[in-house]
């Protein structure tokens, strides 16, 4: 799935010399399809979890240094659609599922032995109640619920998890910037390969060009209270919004480094790329 990353890669460097082409290639008296199509204003809402828009990104990350040797690699694919849901006077409900995909390869367990293998590790559902605030500021709250799927414990808990989830952030011309975090508490289920007793939290920052480029910054500090340590990648991005027969869809890629990490977690550099299709109303 590294061949992911380049693709994206590629995709970007052909798009930052592609947009100016395009525009050449417009008839005189023809409007352009980018001219019907807001996509700065798309590519802030892409930066903004609570937006009212439908988008269904796919994200792939690899990160190193896995295992008790730290000699392992792991792939992460995660599908997250996010569906907005009018209720009125500007209120909306946002909910967005999560299904990650993962792969390992030779990561050391507790045995001693290494372990090769891919399957779902865990399916996650995210919802924001987000009131029309009349402001730059916007927030949402809702419930957060997650199941292990199943799996073997190899690609994380086996734990059943529900939670609360919240995010505060404001839209300030070209910038969004805020903080989104969500508590969980186990519901039972097998602990040995980890609980879900964790307290997330996400700040970000994203800069939006007018040509549709934005550039982003988080962490995704992850506390567990029951091993007592924190993961945390730094990620550091860009991404470009394009038009292909008039449907929006966005690249992005950067690379990320782990802060802090838990034992036999990722640690080290790693890297992420995005794909994601937005559906107009």
Do not use: C
């Amino acid at each position: 799935m590294k061949i992911f990353i380049r693709y994206i890669l590629a995709i970007l460097i052909a798009l930052s010399f592609n947009d100016g082409a395009f525009a050449q290639q417009a008839a005189p008296n023809a409007e352009p399809a980018s001219e019907l199509v807001d996509k700065e204003d798309i590519a802030k809402k892409l930066a903004n979890p609570i937006a009212n828009m439908i988008s269904v990104p796919l994200q792939y990350e690899f990160s190193r240094g896995v295992g008790k040797n730290q000699g392992g690699s792991e792939q992460t694919l995660l599908f997250q659609p996010v569906a907005p849901f009018n209720l009125g006077g500007g209120d909306i409900f946002v909910v967005r599922p999560i299904v990650a995909g993962v792969r390992e390869v030779s990561v050391q367990g507790a045995t001693g032995q290494p372990y090769s293998g891919y399957g779902i590790a865990s399916v996650t559902i995210e919802s924001f109640y987000a009131p029309n605030t009349n402001s730059s500021w916007i927030w949402g709250i809702g419930p957060y619920a997650q199941s292990p799927s199943g799996n073997s414990g190899h690609f994380g808990s086996q734990q059943t998890a529900a939670g609360v989830t919240a995010v505060v952030l404001n839209r300030a011309g070209p910038w969004t910037y805020g903080l989104l975090g969500y508590q969980s508490w186990s519901l039972g289920g097998n602990p040995t390969f980890g609980t879900q007793n964790n307290l997330y939290g996400q700040p970000f920052l994203a800069f939006t060009t007018k040509t549709a480029w934005t550039f982003t910054a988080n962490m995704e500090a992850l506390y567990n209270y029951d091993a007592h340590r924190t993961t945390n990648p730094l990620y550091l991005g860009v991404s470009k919004l394009s038009l292909f027969d008039g449907v929006p869809i966005s690249f992005g890629a950067g690379p990320m480094y782990y802060i802090s990490n838990t034992p036999g977690g990722p640690s080290g550099w790693g890297a992420r790329a995005t794909a994601t299709l937005v559906i107009l109303k």
